[in-house]
């Protein structure tokens, strides 16, 4: 069809429109920061007044609460672990235990550090807190990179699988992630992700909603097929697997591109000549830059472990790419929402959701002080504390932030990490403690690296902590100990409690086992073979399996992995 005729433009004014409610979302969620306080109390009174006449409201006194210091003396702080008895009758069909409107379905968590978590979604948390974070996130990309970030064949959404079949609570909702549940369908809302319309959106041969990897095949060779000029992950593993996949794949996708085919079964139309001019373009090196010459946008969590390996894609996705951070938020709710084209962080969502904080230097009990959003220092870490309308009340979310600067008096956050505490000796290791330390021993020693996870090991002598890291080129031997030494020097820089123990001699220095970049590829494909969907394999920093430790650690000695890719 050529680009004059009805149709094309017809979707191109949509998507034109499209972006404009997001910018425009995103400059209202801007406008609202310098007056967070009044709508923190704002969002404390709506929670106490909606939600009073419930199991939870009536056991906390909610009616009787008029101020933040009501409301922490007459509610503790909870994990998930506590909270789980709420949330249990809440999925069984019980009404009114959290929330006074019932749950039309349930957002279910990737239950990638421990089991999933099942957290209810209204249609007040729909329309008053996931939408306007949801719209407002995307505001940046939609602001700055129009003809890259569409619902059409422009975007690759690599989060947006949509369910055909999905599971359902005990109560019958249905129980799903964010990315794979239709809100806009089900709530009536303007809520569509990019890339939703694209041809890929819908799959074009029949597959069972479990076989993830022939899904995610399906909607790259789809893709492969178009002008694709933006990439969205959220997870940014999946940002980093993707030239590995492509590479794994190549030549089953010329031959379906080809004859026309998905996993060899008639689902398209024979391109011999596209499948020729994409062989001439790879040379042999298939990437997503030699594919898709026109990308020119990431779009995933920048913070973490992704600031160790995002730097490294720039020659498989081309030079010239930006890469934008998604907002910090996690399925029980925001966090951070962009409104710049900072490369990691965002502000607080203040008009979305009421917060609290612990300081990342102390463990979290149900009676820990908290601080609110204007007591925060830039430069500290903070556990994240929770709540909403969607009946999470000083919920302990689990996560890390990271203060970078503030927006209007706003603390402006990253993700830093999970909150879990490695802690044989007293050394109370977290998540940014290994990141910090690897990222700048490593520059120092001028290595790239692909992927990093640690553990505390027990022997021979000292308990000490060994890092598994992949680098981008082999680390020969000679250069091994004064690499170690680097990393546990800055282990000791940024961690009191590590420097401690270790000038004690309660802990041994820092061991690392570098590793090809492969062994992380395969442990990914080991996380999906068990059951977890590509949007939901995480990065781990800590690594509590002992069976796959030991895979990761032994690689290259004893590799049992079998390459991975659509028959």
């Given at each position: 069809m050529r680009p004059t005729d009805t149709a094309p433009r017809a979707q191109s004014d949509q998507d034109a429109a499209w972006r404009t409610r997001l910018v425009a979302a995103k400059d209202r969620f801007a406008a609202a920061l310098p007056d967070a306080a009044a709508r923190q109390r704002r969002i404390l009174a709506e929670i106490l007044t909606d939600n009073a006449d419930t199991a939870f409201g009536r056991e906390h006194g909610f009616a009787r609460l008029r101020t933040i210091d009501d409301y922490r003396a007459a509610v503790p702080l909870r994990t998930?672990?506590?909270?789980?008895?709420?949330?249990?009758?809440?999925?069984?069909g019980e009404a009114r235990v959290l929330t006074a409107e019932p749950p039309r379905l349930f957002f279910t968590t990737s239950g990638s550090t421990g089991d999933r978590k099942r957290v209810p979604v209204t249609e007040s948390f729909v329309r008053r807190v996931y939408l306007p974070f949801f719209q407002a996130a995307m505001g940046v990309p939609a602001q700055y990179h129009p003809d890259a970030f569409g619902r059409g064949a422009v975007t690759l959404n690599l989060r947006h699988d949509r369910l055909a079949r999905p599971a359902l609570s005990d109560s019958g909702r249905p129980s799903l992630g964010p990315s794979q549940a239709d809100l806009r369908g089900g709530f009536g809302v303007d809520l569509e992700e990019p890339g939703s319309r694209a041809p890929w959106a819908e799959l074009p041969v029949a597959l069972d909603d479990q076989a993830y990897l022939d899904k995610l095949y399906v909607r790259v060779r789809t893709a492969v097929e178009h002008d694709v000029r933006s990439v969205i992950g959220h997870n940014p593993t999946m940002i980093a697997m993707l030239p590995e996949l492509i590479a794994q794949w190549w030549p089953r996708l010329i031959e379906d591109i080809r004859d026309g085919t998905c996993l060899g079964v008639p689902g398209g139309t024979p391109a011999p000549?596209?499948?020729?001019?994409?062989?001439?373009?790879?040379?042999?090196?298939?990437?997503?830059?030699?594919?898709w010459p026109h990308l020119s946008l990431l779009y995933c969590w920048t913070s973490g472990v992704a600031s160790l390996y995002l730097p490294r894609l720039k020659d498989a996705y081309g030079p010239s790419v930006t890469v934008l951070p998604t907002p910090p938020a996690a399925s029980e709710g925001p966090v951070g929402v962009p409104v710049d084209q900072h490369p990691s962080a965002g502000p607080l969502a203040v008009s979305c959701v009421l917060y609290e904080f612990v300081d990342a230097s102390r463990d979290v009990a149900p009676d820990s002080p908290t601080l609110l959003h204007d007591e925060l220092e830039e430069g500290r870490d903070y556990h994240v504390v929770l709540s909403h309308l969607g009946g999470l009340y000083r919920y302990v979310l689990g996560d890390l932030a990271h203060v970078v600067d503030h927006v209007d008096g706003v603390p402006r956050v990253e993700y830093a990490g999970r909150a879990t505490l490695s802690d044989t000796v007293g050394e109370r290791l977290r998540e940014p403690h290994v990141v910090r330390a690897l990222r700048e021993a490593s520059r120092v020693a001028g290595i790239g690296v692909a992927n990093v996870t640690c553990r505390p090991e027990n022997g021979p002598g000292r308990p000490h902590h060994t890092l598994v890291v992949a680098?981008?080129?082999p680390l020969p031997p000679t250069r091994l100990p004064a690499f170690q030494d680097l990393v546990d020097k800055e282990l000791c820089r940024v961690s009191h409690d590590y420097r401690h123990v270790r000038s004690t001699g309660a802990l041994g220095a820092a061991r690392v086992v570098p590793v090809a970049a492969s062994a992380f590829t395969e442990h990914w494909h080991h996380r999906l073979a068990a059951g977890m969907r590509p949007p939901e394999i995480k990065d781990q920093v800590f690594q509590h399996d002992p069976v796959a430790w030991a895979r990761l650690r032994d690689h290259g000695r004893h590799s049992t992995h079998t390459e991975k890719r659509p028959e």
């Open positions: 998930h672990q506590e909270y789980r008895p709420w949330l249990t009758r809440s999925a069984a000549a596209r499948a020729a001019e994409l062989e001439r373009r790879a040379g042999g090196r298939p990437t997503p830059a030699a594919i680098a981008d080129q």
